[in-house]
């Protein structure tokens, strides 16, 4: 991607991140809806509104913040509330809750690279239209995976630590809940430190999309 100003860089970043956060957590919902629990249903939660599921720290200040001073991409939104006990299968469906969002990341990721496929295609005849596709869409695979990878690690709140807890014993659940307070400090510590490398990962899967579509 080209060297963009803090204007430039928000603005091509604004749209994949919003998408990217808001869809996340629709697919949550919808899972959870397809396996019994019309909880995130009742609330309005399966609305593509992003302003249902926008929170003001956690979608707009850190992703702002870090996309400009960071080097990586890192947000949340307000969770879709889930009832584990309207679930039909509720350890197994838990879990397919929990993977869905990462899931529906990869999905807009493969979006995004069409967006820039289409951008780059674009660039000749139309540049003023070509180059800001092709910039969005790239942007829109890197936040998508970063985002998907990163909602993966099995660290409470995070989805992966809920997908373990779906097949692994009854007592991994209960450790992990106990952990959840504290769980954000210890991720945000792992990552700022470096214990917590997700970028070799992120880019092997953002190289074989791109690989995929040029």
Known sequence: MQELNT???LIVLAPP???AITLHEVAHGWMALRCGDTTAKAQGRLSLNPLRHIDPVGTVLVPALLAVFGGFIFGWAKPVP???HR???PKRDMALVALAGPGANLVMALGWALVA???HGAQTAWPWLGEPLLLMGVAGIDVNVMLGVLNLVPIPP???SRALAGVLPDRFGLAMAHMEPYGLIILVLL???GVLNLMPIVNGI???ILTLFF
């Open 7 to 9: 204007v430039q860089l």
């Open 17 to 19: 991140l919003l998408l």
């Open 82 to 84: 889930v009832n584990y």
């Open 87 to 89: 679930l039909r299968q």
């Open 117 to 119: 496929v289409a951008g």
């Open 158 to 160: 995070l989805d992966g």
């Open 191 to 193: 990552l700022v430190s």
């Open 206 to 208: 953002r190289h074989f």
